[in-house]
């Protein structure tokens, strides 16, 4: 039993890589920052949010993407 489930998982986990790597790249796809209202912006890619939120006092980014994300949204803050 030990032998099948190690053979199971030796042949599922390269498909399984490669699935989870193009879910990745398509997540990062670029996307134009959207107003949200007033100083609220969606900054992140096309399928993980980074939202910034402008004050008087400053600005808060709360983030959810990957690390490769980081150019596209530091390219949505500039614009």
């Not at 670029?30 to 399928?47: F, L, M």
Request: proline share 6%; hydrophobic share 55%; glycine share 6%.
């Amino acid at each position: 039993m030990r032998r099948l489930l190690a053979l199971l998982c030796a042949f599922s986990l390269p498909a399984l890589a490669s699935d989870f790597e193009a879910q990745r790249r398509a997540w990062n796809q670029p996307q134009a920052p959207v107003r949200i209202a007033g100083d609220t912006w969606y900054v992140g890619t096309a399928g993980l949010s980074a939202i910034l939120i402008r004050g008087d006092r400053g600005a808060v980014l709360i983030d959810a993407a990957l690390p490769e994300s980081v150019p596209h949204i530091l390219a949505n803050l500039a614009a």
